[in-house]
């Protein structure tokens, strides 16, 4: 078992280790007096060849320590999961220690360290191998960057405190990563910081996560309250102690953190916002860090929601938080999908796209499908990361993010674009692509739930697996098939593949993904062993021919639809468009996010700030200048003039001097002459000095 | 042989060093920060000696002399006026352990940072010592009386350095710090007497600690607590007796208000802690017909949600982070009316954190202003390409400040939050759970003002402003050292808590 703790270890210290290699290393080249160099522009145009060859051999020895870290990274992690997945029995291994230092006996002091489950190993598999594709893909795309050492170093940073969050075994070390993944997703987002759209994305981004931060922090303050422990190991046997009321707090409360950090409805539109940073940076913020944080955290905490030892067994407490999650991954998975079909930039269609996949999680997670949640991240995260990847490399090719400014690109840019077209399928979830299986599982797990309205939730699923499909065709027939517009020729004309870094990892990720669709097929029971490792306590669904058949038959009319809008009769969109309400509905209310921002603006921002204002004028008008500027040191001058007949008492001597300095005050805010008070000061120093002689003497000569 | 002047070391280096400081660099002016940095350093590095001699004390407890709950005892008489009797008694605990390494390391910090200064130099050194001086012996003195003095010594240096070397409305501010916060000691002073005359008169703490548990009426004790609490509560500074902090910060010279932040207002919760909870027994708080507690968590509480809504609407840098200074002594406030020891233990380090956040946040200003000639965030743009260095350490520290993990601030909170959490409420039960709900929501506004604040200064492309070089070494220096401890705070806050809890366990004992 050791062996497996030290590998853990290795996977978590390494990135961090490429961090601090990474950022020693700029420091000496910059401390070398070699000036920043590289594109300040932030523009995706980073292919233009202006740097100095003294630059890109800085950058090649940075990209390599920080590749290299996250190879070590990942290998150990292959390693950990050869030694420990296979088999029957999975033995629970922690490695900890208490993070506050307080003695035994006390306070129950709250464990940090290494928590190794079937669940953890899972996740560190994804997170690990998603990191190192595309740190690789990132040494070509940020060539020439003013920032190429700063990304790398938060970059490594970022894995290695997304890995460490998997690993956590406890609520406080879970806790501090979720708040260090968005620390780091800030640095990352606001990466061109001099833009101020990035500027104020990171802002949002960060912002957004803290509301569900603290919702989080209270939920599982709460079960500290009622459990006296954070421990993910001891908190199980302790649940079924608390009242139903008890759990449902703590339940809705955790919720309230994944859908900050997890981009769900209402707080999900920081995330379009978020493409704002290098594209790598969204690569591995959708597919496998940061917004999937949310989902692993409610996977690993999910004996607050169903018994510990029989996962079928809900609490009743946990019952109306599990339906409002449901419901909301339900809406959230419907209003992004409808978003990402109206959405023009490439960057921001895959983003709502992941909002609307990760709805579908949390239906899962919601209908009591942890298995299945797990399933689909995994096969949402492959081909995301794809997706992206492949993304970064058109808009590297073309210049331009906006998919009607691209066209035909089929031919000129083959290595980018069959890899994209094998994400684009999964995603649609084209029957036996790994997206069909995951999203199968997903919809089945709403389907035979006891959730109230699971129906309803599962029809809502399916509508958006029919428009899942719609987008995915609409932006790969639109970047790849139709003929590019007159005035977008030329660009067009020049694209071309970017070099080995940038295509290489899209093509193994293609690979990935095709792997993943064979090995999904049920023949392969794939699901059952994911199920057994994750909670064998529970009985695997038997797969549901009515439910896969209706989801193919929706996937297919989906492609269908969108082939008929976008290359058989494109005159329908036209005329579509021509109605009023349609046109309406599209441009203005879903292109403007239903204008949940408005609306968060006029719940949020706008009473803050009204209220700041006020605080501000009864802190500077009422307080200091009425309480007291007017009332207490008039008042005082007037006490002062009575009370000295008065005070000859105990404390006479204090007494008086405060009043004298106090009449002194009251005279010196009329006039405040500098003559006086440098009088002042020096009588007061003089006294000073002979009253410290006085206890000098007295302790010397006591 | 035993050795008893560990502390009064401590006490007299910068007290002599002083005037000497002054006297020496009458003819060479340019000696006074180098005489005052390196007493600074010196006692630095013995604080973190003395440090080491303390966590053996279960060892080599014999080495030096431990009693009455305190090591490096020393008790001598001092004043002995018929009845009355004063000693010189200095001694540490768990509580103020911590604290004087506090103020060694941002004395430190400040006499560096101060190298800018040109004016009447020799002055402004002697007084920043005989300034570290009486915060040092605030620390450390057992005896009352002792301790009511340096509290005094205190604001005479400040004072000055404020009146001074400080901004434009120096004079008005310099006044207004010295008026209020010797207004509240008086207070104090009124409720030092009752404790005397209650607890069979003595002036040496541990002595009347004892006493004052077995003899003293809860009642009068109750209103003794209340006076004491108006001195410190000013100190710190909680609302609504707050309005001098953020007129003494800003016109303060940057150094100043680092000490000012970094270390008075630590002496009020200090004050808080060693007085209002160690001192007085435990009725005080527990008794069903105190409202100590909720009178307390209520302060806390308004001044975490007032403050952060105050300091969104601010302009100036300075005034921005002064505000939230008196948010975070609300965490003070709030860890001791939860009254556990989790509670306890993030009153004290929450001061040790922002002891060490906020010197950091107001030597940024300085630099700042020095280098862009303006701390108005109307103004300030884009700093990161300019000054990436201080940038850096900007964005840092801002997160500090605002309770990132990993980083001193959030221990302080997250403990805080822990003890609220697990408290009783302040002994009202459950109703009064909205205290802790406000000031856990108070927190998005604060991420919120120090987001701001970094989009405004940092992030951005910079327009119109003339900023040819980042800071100096000496304005550097000190903030690197400053970010050492708030990261190293962040992840081993056992090194710390460990000695706090000690003390948190005499209080509390769960």
């Known amino acids: 078992m050791a062996s497996e703790i030290l590998l853990g270890k290795t996977v978590l210290i390494s990135p961090f280790i490429g961090a601090v290699i990474v950022s020693i290393l700029a420091f000496l080249h910059y401390s070398r007096g070699n000036k920043h160099e590289g594109h300040d522009s932030g523009k995706h145009d980073t292919h233009e060849e202006h740097t100095s060859i003294h630059y890109t051999r800085f950058e090649n020895v ?44 006390g306070t129950p002091d709250i464990p940090f360290g290494l928590l190794i489950d079937p669940l953890s190993v899972y996740m560190g598999l994804i997170v690990t191998t998603l990191a190192l594709l595309i740190h690789i893909y990132a040494r070509e795309y940020m060539h020439g960057d003013a920032g190429y050492s700063r990304f790398f170093a938060t970059f490594n940073f970022f894995t290695g405190v997304m890995l460490t969050l998997v690993f956590s075994t406890s609520f406080l070390e879970l806790f501090i990563f979720w708040e260090l993944v968005g620390l780091s997703s800030y ?104 917004v999937k944080a949310g989902i692993y955290m409610v996977a690993r905490v999910f004996f607050i929601y169903y018994e510990a030892h029989d996962g079928h067994n809900v609490f009743a407490g946990a019952e109306w938080a599990l339906t409002v999650f449901a419901w909301i991954g339900a809406i959230t998975a419907l209003l992004a999908g409808l978003q ?85 399928t999964a995603l649609a979830g084209f029957p036996g692509f790994s997206g069909f299986w995951s999203k199968d599982a997903v919809l089945l797990a709403a389907y035979e739930s006891k959730v109230p309205g699971h129906l309803v939730i599962y029809y809502l699923g399916a509508l958006t697996a029919f428009i899942t499909a719609l987008y995915s065709t609409r932006f790969i027939y639109v970047v790849f098939f139709r003929t590019p517009d007159p005035e977008h020729k030329e660009h067009v004309e020049k694209a071309h593949d970017g070099g080995f870094f940038l295509t290489t990892p899209s093509i193994i990720l293609g690979v990935l993904v095709l792997i993943e669709s064979i ?95 006020i605080l501000q004028s009864i802190d500077l008008k009422i307080i200091d200048r009425t309480i007291i500027d007017t009332w207490i040191v008039k008042g005082s001058l007037q006490l002062a003039k009575i009370s000295d007949v008065f005070d000859q008492g105990f404390i006479d001597g204090i007494v008086n001097g405060v009043w004298q300095i106090f009449l002194y005050f009251g005279r010196q805010f009329r006039k405040l002459q500098t003559g006086l008070v440098s009088n002042y000061a020096t009588i007061f120093a003089a006294t000073l000095v002979l009253f410290l002689t006085y206890v000098n003497f007295l302790v010397l000569f006591k | 042989m035993v050795f008893y002047w560990y502390l009064s070391i401590l006490l007299w280096l910068p007290l002599i060093a002083s005037p000497l400081t002054y006297m020496l660099s009458k003819n060479k002016v340019g000696w006074a920060k180098w005489s005052a940095t390196i007493i600074t350093f010196v006692e630095m ?23 009455d709950g305190f090591v490096f005892l020393e008790k001598t008489d001092w004043i002995v006026v018929g009845k009355i009797k004063i000693y010189y008694a200095l001694g540490v605990d768990g509580l103020s352990l911590p604290l004087i390494a506090l103020t060694t390391v941002v004395f430190f910090a400040s006499m560096i940072s101060s190298f800018y200064i040109k004016e009447r130099e020799p002055l402004y050194y002697s007084l920043m010592l005989l300034l570290e001086a009486g915060v040092m012996g605030t620390f450390i003195a057992l005896d009352l009386f002792l301790f009511y003095i340096a509290w005094e010594v205190v604001l005479v240096p400040m004072f000055f350095i404020i009146a001074y070397w400080g901004g434009p409305r120096r004079k008005y501010s310099a006044f207004k710090f010295f008026i209020y916060t010797h207004l509240a000691s008086l207070f104090m002073l009124i409720g030092i007497f009752i404790l005397y005359n209650e607890g069979g008169g003595t002036f040496y703490m541990p002595q009347l600690k004892t006493s004052l548990s077995t003899y003293a009426d809860v009642g009068r004790l109750i209103f003794a607590f209340y006076l004491l609490a108006i001195g410190f509560i000013t100190k710190f500074p909680q609302v609504p007796v707050h309005t001098w902090l953020p007129d003494a910060h800003v016109e303060a010279p940057s150094p ?172 009202y039960g459950d109703t009064y759970f909205w205290i802790t709900v406000v000031a856990l929501l108070s927190i998005i506004v604060v991420a919120g003002y120090y987001l701001w604040m970094l989009q405004r200064v940092v992030f951005g492309q910079p327009e119109g402003l003339e900023v040819e070089h980042d800071g100096h070494w000496y304005e550097l220096m000190p903030l690197w050292l400053l970010a050492f401890f708030i990261l190293f705070l962040g992840w081993f806050p056992f090194v710390v808590l460990k000695v706090t809890d000690e003390f948190a366990r005499t209080i509390i004992p769960i």
């Open chain 2, 256 to 427: 100043g208000s680092s000490v000012l932040a970094g270390l008075l207002l630590k002496m009020g919760g200090y004050g808080l802690i060693r007085l209002g909870v160690w001192l007085l027994p435990s009725s005080v708080f527990t008794d069903p017909s105190s409202h100590v507690r909720l009178v307390l968590a209520l302060l806390g509480m308004i001044s975490m949600a007032y403050t952060a809504f105050v300091a969104l609407s601010q302009k100036d840098m300075k005034r921005l982070i002064a505000y939230s200074s008196i948010g975070h002594m609300g965490v003070v406030s709030l860890g001791v009316a939860s009254y556990t020891s989790e509670g306890i233990n993030a009153a004290i380090f929450m001061m040790i954190a922002h002891g060490v956040i906020s010197p950091a946040l107001f030597l940024i200003s300085g630099v700042i202003q020095h280098n862009a000639g303006t701390r108005d965030m109307t103004v300030l743009k884009g700093l990161g390409n300019k000054m990436p260095i201080t940038s850096t350490l900007m964005v840092f520290s801002g997160f500090a400040s605002a309770g990132l993990p990993g980083l001193a601030g959030f221990v302080a909170e997250f403990l805080m939050f822990a003890g609220l959490f697990k408290s009783d409420m302040f002994g």
């Open chain 1, 340 to 424: 990402a079909l109206v959405e023009n930039e490439i960057k921001r269609i895959l983003a709502y796209s992941t909002v609307s996949q990760i709805g579908y999680m949390a239906i899962a997670l919601g209908t009591g499908g942890k298995t299945a949640a797990m399933f689909h991240l995994l096969s949402h995260a492959t081909f995301k990361a794809l997706l992206f990847l492949t993304a970064g490399a058109v808009i590297h090719a073309v210049h331009t993010n906006n998919i009607w400014e691209m066209g035909g690109l089929r031919k000129k840019i083959p290595k980018t674009f069959w890899p994209m077209l094998i994400g684009a």
């Open chain 1, 519 to 613: 090995l999904f097929i049920p023949v392969f029971n794939f699901e059952h062993w994911l199920n057994e490792i994750l909670e064998p306590e529970v009985k695997p669904e038997a797969i549901n021919y009515v439910v896969a058949g209706s989801s193919a038959i929706i996937v297919l009319l989906g492609i269908f639809v969108g082939l008929v809008l976008y290359h058989w009769k494109p005159e329908l969109r036209t005329s579509l468009y021509n109605i009023d309400a349609f046109n309406w509905i599209a441009n203005e209310f879903i292109a403007k996010r239903y204008r949940i921002d408005q609306v968060l603006y006029w719940i949020a921002n706008a009473p803050v700030m009204w209220v700041a204002g």
């Open chain 1, 187 to 290: 640095l990352l987002i606001g990466f061109w910081f001099y833009k101020p759209a990035a500027a104020h994305a990171a802002k949002k981004a960060f912002l957004y996560n803290k509301i569900g931060d603290i919702t989080l922090l209270a939920g599982f303050l709460m079960l500290y309250r009622y459990t006296r422990t954070l421990d993910f190991v001891e908190l199980p046997a302790k649940m079924e102690a608390l009242t139903d009321q008890q759990i449902a707090i703590v339940a809705v409360l955790i919720f309230g953190g994944v859908i900050g950090k997890s981009a769900q409805f209402p707080l999900y539109t920081w995330l379009a916002d978020a493409m704002e940073g290098p594209t790598p940076v969204s690569a591995i913020l959708h597919s496998s860090t940061m």
């Open chain 1, 62 to 105: 940075v990209s390599t320590f920080g590749i290299l870290s996250i190879l070590v990274s990942w290998l150990s992690m292959v390693l950990l999961a050869i030694n420990y997945l296979p088999g029957e029995e999975h033995e629970t291994l922690q490695s900890q220690f208490g993070f506050f230092g307080f003695k035994e006996g």
């Open chain 2, 45 to 67: 590095i013995y604080s973190f000696v003395l440090w080491m001699l303390y966590t053996s004390k279960d060892r080599f407890g014999d080495k030096y002399v431990t009693g």
